[in-house]
Each structure stands twice: as structure tokens, then as C-alpha cells.
């Protein structure tokens, strides 16, 4: 978002960077001499211990909760180590070619994958669509604003549950509305082909208000100078909308999709509670695999291995995203 | 000196201990040798309100522990828990199991067998139990799991329904049907009744219902299953074909819904929507609340031979990382008094494991208990396997195969199969237990 602010809005632009110019010529003394190097020595080494101190809680737990697990984790893969605690000996890349033989792996990783693209989409589209209604200017915005963010407070234990209830295929709301109108009824989670569909569903209710929010502040900083020229110079609603607000929300929207791409990946409450991975496995997502593998399969060390796989995953998502975004913004 | 005089020798010089340390602090001797025992159970129902009431008499009439109990969700949740507190040495002293579960748990140390000598010194032996709950607390030749009850997958009917339907027997208790197709003609003269469905079976999106309904009419046919890690399963694939076609015919919309989970089924049976259901005896309670003119069987014999799935909730003894004599003395005590207090867990439906209490006239008295009583000596547990039993991920798997069977898409021959294949690669896959 700042790269277009700087390029764009030209009386903000230059206090920015001058800011950061001024900083390292503080930093690294230049000029002094030595007597002047040598007396703010000490002040230097407090303040360097200062910065770690203020760092060091939040190190703990980088350290205990993040790189010691992803550390233990990738040595937890290269052993057959049960949770039983039986078996623990090393057996090298085993568990990595087990699972890449694994059609279960593939089945769920590819579910996985199927979430996060019929997801994404709408979770992204949707978003803009309700951030322009909003901005456009509707009476009331703040009605609008909390009901379409509100849902996202909820717990995934209470969608998946108001949402199982609406799908019931006897007594469900839905099927109920169907009917009425004369249109057959849908096993909504009980259908492989439809199952998966239904938790986008539920999904894109629950969530969606997190990346309107997102869209909406970025709407609400383009400068309205630029809608003003525009409409002085013959632009429509649309023409401005598709020619000024797309184009500055461009920042926002890689963002917006990044951020998508990361949490649709890592897809468990949701389908865990409402379908447990069925109907035959349809809606079954990696991490579930992930989890019954290793905790009620016991098989730790396995279930390390598909852990690493699935970490490959984001990861390689990750950096590629970082070089398009890096390409955008050059 | 023998093992029971040594444990009362150590008991005894706890509590002088206990006594001479708290002579300064002005406490009482018998509050200072109360021992905290930590107890995991995973009944959260109307079983879980009996249960408490159990724990609260028994810490009642003994002074000398504390019963607290931890409630975890049945299934996963509580396996898992379970699983990681033993294999991590913080477990509680004394937690329940579904005895199927414990092949999973007995061979890689998560649990101690039992001494039933301590156990006799309370009056509750082998004898106790009906043979075929006892057969199934042993594994490899020790006593794992002691059975407080045994909770089959039975009939329910609705007494009202099936009079008007005329499939009442002279003694007031349903007509014996004895093949498939006497079932479904008894189901539809139901069905015109209630106008609705004759039975009813909630089973979407639930391995477990599947499965308690399908070994049921599996064992009926007289077959055997057998889960050996490291070769195929063995199993009697006609048997299971036949079953799979008969539970399909049953969902046809007339007979019962095809659409219906656990939650619209118990609904329908309650509020008089069907004459049948198929469901466990757990689900008692809510009939009864429910003043509904309800009456119980075993599932009709339909194959031939009687059979009924049925687990227990078994008491285990989580391995704990330095045995405490006196707690583990406490927990014998309070197994058995928990046993012999049975009967309240019979009104929940349960049929009890202790034999003293199912030849009580008082337990002969419960109707329908009484009734279902004869389960105890048709049930059978699940194959014997680290990942079968109930709440485990392989009644998922026979779900992910068998649902499409029964809504009547895929052919029972194929979803039979496909689970088939399901179960050898994790039986091929290396064991971890």
C-alpha cells in the first residue's frame, strides 16, 4: 500500500524517505572522531541490551514454540517414532517415501488444494463487492460494516454447528427453503460432489468480513481528488471504479490473496466439524490427515514426514507470491 | 508376608507419617490421609450425571480418597488425550475405555494390567462377569480392563405403534421375526401406522452407527473377521455383501429415511415417527424422559445366528511413571465399589458387567433393561486390531466406503471391497503400538 501512496500522492511522498535517510547517518558515525566514538561506546552497548531485553520475551518464544518444534519436527520425521513412544530409531528418508506412495496423502492434499482455489476466489471477489457497496456510500454504514464483519468473531465451533443444523437434509433450513420452492433437496454434506462445496459455503459466511474490512480501509485512502478529475473529465461510475479503484487497491489485493491462499491452506475446524473429511473422504484436508496419522494413528514420525511436505507447499506458495508481489511493486 | 500384608503394612505407615507431619499444624489425621485420585472418563451424557453420582457415593462411604473426575469428548479427542498423558508419564490414576480400544493400548505400555488378587480382597473376581465381557478384558493371557457394563446396539419400539400394527406377541413384547424379509413386511405394517417410516436408523456422516448395525447383521451370518498386521484382512465377503444389501433396502424412504443422521432419527422414534429404531441402549434415558411407551430386544436374528455388537466402558490403569501403592490400593477399592453400585448404571440403559447386580431381582425389575439383558451373551466386540474399536478412525473409513452404498449410489459389492482395500493398506503399513 505505501509503494502507491509515495508514487501517487506527491506531497506526502518526500518526508517518508527522508526520514529513513536520517537514521543511519545517526547510526554509523561518519564524521566523529575518536575520542567522541569511544564516549558513546557504553550508551551504545546499554542500548543494545536494552533492544535485547525488550526483544528477548518474544525470542523465548520463537525460539521454544517455533524453531525448537520445526527443528524436532524435521528430526521427529526421519524416525519411525510412535506416539506410544515406542520405536524411535532413525530410519532415514522412509517416512518421506511412504508418503509420497501414499494415495491418502495425495488424496487430502489435492482436496486441499481444490479448497483453496474454489475459495479463494469468491472469498476475494465477494470481499470487493461488499467493500464498493459500502463505500459507495449506503445510509447507515456502520450497520453494514459490523453485519458484514460480525460473523468473522464467531468461533468455528458455532458455524459449523449453525451451519450443520442449516444443512440437515430432513430438517435443515435450507433443503426446507428448496423445497418450498419446488427444487429438490440437496444432501448438502452427505453428497461427495457437493460436500466440499458447502463448506466454501459456510466458509466464505464466516470469513469473508476479515478481507472486506481490509478492502474497504484501502478504499476509504484513495484520495477522492482522483475520482474528482475523473468525473470532470466525462468517467462514469464504472469507468472509475475499474480505472482508479482497481488499480490503486492492487497492493491490497495481492495481500488480500496472499494472506487467502496461506489460511485456505491450512483448512481443518470447519470440515473436522462438520463432515470429519466425508463423505468418502471428499472433503478431507491435509492437516486432518495430518492429524489422524499422528494422533490417532500414533504414527508421529509419519505424520511429521506429510507435515514437511505440506510445509514445502507453503512455503514454495509463499516465496512465489513474495517475487510477484516484488515485480508489482518494482 | 504377603503381598496384601505389605500394602496394609505401607498403608498403615503412610498415615502415621501423614499424622506426625501435621501434628504441628493443628490439622486432623483423617484429612491429612485423604489421597487425591485422579479419574478420566469420557461419559458426558445422561450417563455422565449417573456416573458422578456414583463417584459422589463412593467418595461418600470411603474416607480414606478423593475421587476427581476429568469429562473429556468421546472419540478422538479422548484417545488422543489419553494416549499422550500416559506415553508423556502425567496420566491419571484410573480412566475408562471402550474394551475394544484396548488392543491399541495394551501392547505399547500405555496401560498396567491389573492384580485380581487385589481386586478379590473386595470380593470381585472372574466369577463377577459374564463370560463373554470377561474373555474380553484379557489380552495376552493378564487382565487389562475391568468391564463396568456392557452397551449393545439393540431394537427399540414403540409399544403403541406396534399394537395398533398388530405385531405384538401374546406376552406383550414384539413379534420374533427371523429372516430379512419378515423384518421389512413387519417394518411396513409399522409404517402404515405411523405414516411416516416403520424404523428408524440415523447413520449419515456417522461410521460408528454404520458399523454397529452392519457387524450386527455380520455376525449373524455366522462369520468371522480377523485383523492381522502385516497380511489381509480376513472376512466373509458375501456375508458382508448380504449385510451392506439388506441395510441398503432398509433405507428406501417407506421402511426408513434415507437421509436421516443420529439426530433425526432418535427425533423421529421420540415424537412417534416410527415404530422401530436401531440405536444403542445409552439413548434409554431419553425415552423414558421423553414418556414414550417404549419396550427394547436385541436386533431380530435375521441370519441365523444370535449376534449383537455391543462395547463396555471398561476401568484401565493408566501407567504411572512411579506406582503410588496407596492410590493404586485406592483405586481397587473404588472399582469394585463402583461395580456393586451398578445397578444406578443399569437405569441408563447399560447392562452391567458385575453379575451380582444382573441376577438382583431389583435389576430384574427394570423393564426394558431386563428385556435386552440376554444381549450379554450374543454381544461381540470388534475385531481385535491397534485402530479398530469404537471412536476409531477405521469406523470413518467404513463410512467413507459404505455411506454411498446405503444411499443406494454405489453397489455393496464395491463399497465393501474399497473398504476392504482401505483396511489392508493400514494393516500393511508398519504397527505402531
Known amino acids: ?330 | 508376608m504377603s503381598r496384601r500384608q505389605l500394602l496394609a503394612g505401607t498403608a498403615a505407615l503412610g498415615s502415621v507419617f501423614a499424622a506426625a507431619g501435621l501434628t504441628g499444624c493443628g490439622g486432623t489425621a483423617s484429612a491429612a490421609a485423604v489421597r487425591d485420585i485422579a479419574f478420566w472418563h469420557l461419559l458426558s451424557g445422561g450417563d455422565g450425571i449417573k456416573m458422578q453420582a456414583m463417584i459422589s457415593a463412593a467418595n461418600g462411604a470411603n474416607l480414606g480418597f478423593q475421587v476427581h473426575p476429568t469429562v473429556l469428548a468421546w472419540g478422538p479427542p479422548y484417545y488422543t488425550k489419553l494416549a499422550m498423558a500416559s506415553a508423556g508419564g502425567r496420566p491419571p490414576e484410573l480412566a475408562i475405555m471402550h474394551a475394544s480400544r484396548v488392543p491399541g493400548y495394551a501392547p505399547g505400555g500405555l496401560i498396567d494390567p491389573w492384580d485380581m488378587s487385589l481386586l478379590a480382597e473386595h470380593g470381585v473376581t472372574a466369577e463377577s462377569f459374564a463370560p463373554r465381557i470377561w474373555d474380553k478384558s484379557q489380552h495376552d493371557g493378564q487382565v487389562f480392563s475391568i468391564a463396568l457394563d456392557s452397551h449393545p446396539f439393540v431394537m427399540f419400539y414403540n409399544t403403541e405403534v406396534a399394537g395398533k400394527a398388530g405385531v405384538l406377541a401374546a406376552n406383550g413384547q414384539l413379534q420374533e421375526v427371523s429372516s430379512p424379509q419378515d423384518f421389512l413386511a413387519m417394518a411396513r405394517e409399522m409404517q402404515k401406522v405411523t405414516q411416516a417410516h416403520g424404523l428408524s436408523f440415523g447413520y449419515l456422516g456417522s461410521g460408528s452407527q454404520m458399523w454397529r448395525l452392519f457387524y450386527t447383521l455380520y455376525k449373524q451370518h455366522g462369520a468371522d473377521m480377523e485383523l492381522t498386521p502385516g497380511q489381509p484382512m480376513k472376512a466373509d465377503r458375501d456375508a458382508a455383501v448380504e449385510s451392506l444389501e439388506f441395510m441398503a433396502s432398509l433405507l428406501d424412504d417407506t421402511v426408513a429415511a434415507k437421509s436421516g443422521d443420529i439426530g433425526t432419527g432418535i427425533a423421529e422414534f421420540a415424537r412417534g415417527g416410527s415404530g422401530m429404531l436401531f440405536s444403542g441402549v445409552w439413548e434409554l434415558p431419553t425415552f423414558k424422559k421423553a414418556e414414550l411407551p417404549v419396550d427394547a430386544a436385541t436386533i431380530p436374528t435375521l441370519y441365523g445366528t444370535p449376534a449383537s455388537y455391543a462395547d463396555s466402558h471398561s476401568f484401565v490403569l493408566p501407567r504411572q511413571l512411579n506406582v503410588d501403592d496407596g492410590k493404586r490400593r485406592d483405586v481397587y477399592k473404588f472399582v469394585s465399589d463402583i461395580l456393586k453400585g451398578s445397578l444406578s448404571w443399569a437405569e441408563a440403559g447399560h447392562i452391567p458387567a458385575y453379575q451380582p447386580i444382573v441376577q438382583s431381582q431389583a435389576y430384574r425389575d427394570l423393564t426394558p433393561q431386563i428385556h435386552y439383558a440376554n444381549a450379554a451373551d450374543i454381544i461381540t466386540y470388534d475385531p481385535e486390531s491397534w485402530f479398530s474399536g469404537s471412536g476409531s478412525d477405521w469406523q470413518t473409513y467404513f463410512a467413507e466406503n459404505v455411506q454411498n452404498v446405503l444411499l443406494g449410489r454405489d453397489k455393496a459389492a464395491d463399497g465393501w471391497d474399497a473398504f476392504v482395500r482401505r483396511t489392508n493398506t493400514l494393516l500393511s503399513r508398519p504397527n505402531p503400538v
Open chain 1, 1 to 330: 500500500m505505501s509503494s502507491l501512496a509515495t508514487s501517487e500522492s506527491a506531497e506526502q511522498a518526500p518526508s517518508l524517505p527522508g526520514q529513513f535517510r536520517s537514521n543511519p547517518s545517526r547510526k554509523r558515525p561518519s564524521g566523529p572522531g575518536r575520542s567522541n566514538a569511544s564516549q558513546s561506546s557504553p550508551r551504545r552497548t546499554r542500548d543494545n541490551l536494552n533492544g535485547w531485553g525488550f526483544a528477548a520475551p518474544f525470542l523465548a518464544f520463537f525460539l521454544v514454540f517455533l524453531v525448537w518444534p520445526l527443528l524436532y519436527g524435521l528430526y521427529m520425521s526421519l524416525t519411525g517414532k510412535s506416539l506410544t513412544g515406542a520405536n524411535d530409531s532413525l530410519i532415514g528418508l522412509a517416512n518421506y517415501a511412504e508418503a509420497l506412495a501414499d494415495a491418502d496423502m495425495w488424496h487430502s492434499l489435492g482436496n486441499t488444494l481444490y479448497f483453496t482455489v474454489i475459495s479463494t476466489v469468491p472469498l476475494v471477489l465477494v470481499a470487493l463487492v461488499m467493500a464498493a457497496l459500502v463505500n459507495v456510500g449506503l445510509p447507515a454504514q456502520w450497520l453494514w460494516r459490523l453485519s458484514y464483519f460480525a460473523p468473522y468473531l464467531l468461533a468455528s465451533t458455532v458455524v459449523s454447528l449453525f451451519f450443520s443444523w442449516m444443512y440437515n437434509p430432513q430438517l435443515g433450513l435450507i433443503n426446507d427453503s428448496l423445497a418450498k420452492i419446488g427444487l429438490p433437496k440437496v444432501a448438502w454434506l452427505n453428497d461427495p460432489n457437493v460436500a466440499m462445496w458447502a463448506i466454501v459455503i459456510a466458509t466464505l459466511w464466516w470469513t469473508v468480513g476479515f478481507n472486506f474490512l481490509l478492502y474497504l480501509a484501502a478504499m476509504q485512502n484513495i484520495p477522492a481528488q482522483h475520482y474528482e478529475a475523473a468525473s470532470l473529465d466525462g468517467a462514469g461510475a464504472w469507468r472509475q471504479f475499474f480505472s482508479i479503484t482497481l488499480p490503486q487497491l492492487t497492493p491490497t489485493t495481492v495481500m488480500i490473496v496472499l494472506l487467502q491462499i496461506l489460511a485456505s491452506l491450512k483448512i481443518f475446524d470447519q470440515v473436522y466439524q462438520m463432515t470429519a473429511g466425508g463423505p468418502a473422504g471428499s472433503t478431507r484436508p491435509v492437516v486432518q490427515y495430518i492429524f489422524e496419522t499422528g494422533f490417532t494413528g500414533y504414527r508421529l514420525g509419519y505424520s511429521a514426514a506429510i507435515s514437511y511436505i505440506f510445509f514445502g507447499l507453503i512455503v514454495t506458495v509463499s516465496v512465489m507470491q513474495f517475487f510477484i508481489t516484488r515485480r508489482r511493486s518494482a
